[in-house]
Nanobody, 118 residues
Framework: QVQLVGSGGGLVQAGDSLRVSCAAS????????MAWFRQAPGKEREFVAA????????QYADSVKGRFTISRDNAKNTVYLQMNNLKTEDTAVYSC???????????WGQGTQVTVSS
């Protein structure tokens, strides 16, 4: 079992940067692939980024490539999503997830709201 707690959301202006975090507890953190998803009002949840346990492989949605960076600190059992040059369309609830392989996630954290104003 893995428990995930997200934090760091907030209200920012377009063009600003923000970093959200997700702290994990339970099974050894370094064995899990970690990912970020987001869901905007009235829309389906969408994949944002993922990172392997070692941190050597990352994946990004096309909409955030070049602006967002996923990273992890296995000593702190935490995964981060650094978001730069934020756009109004990035407004959503951001949730972290954990799984054994990319694309398959078994554990989900509660979301943290990110709101980007124009």
């Amino acid at each position: 079992q893995v428990q995930l707690v997200g934090s760091g959301g907030g209200l920012v202006q377009a063009g600003d940067s923000l970093r959200v975090s997700c702290a994990a507890s339970g099974r050894p953190f370094s064995t899990h692939v970690m990912a970020w998803f987001r869901q905007a009002p009235g829309k389906e949840r969408e994949f944002v980024a993922a990172i392997t346990g070692s941190g050597q492989i990352t994946q990004y949605a096309d909409s955030v490539k070049g602006r967002f960076t996923i990273s992890r600190d296995n000593a702190k059992n935490t995964v981060y999503l650094q978001m730069n040059n934020l756009k109004t369309e990035d407004t959503a609830v951001y949730s972290c997830a954990a799984g054994w392989t990319m694309g398959s996630y078994d554990y989900w954290g509660q979301g943290t709201q990110v709101t980007v104003s124009s």
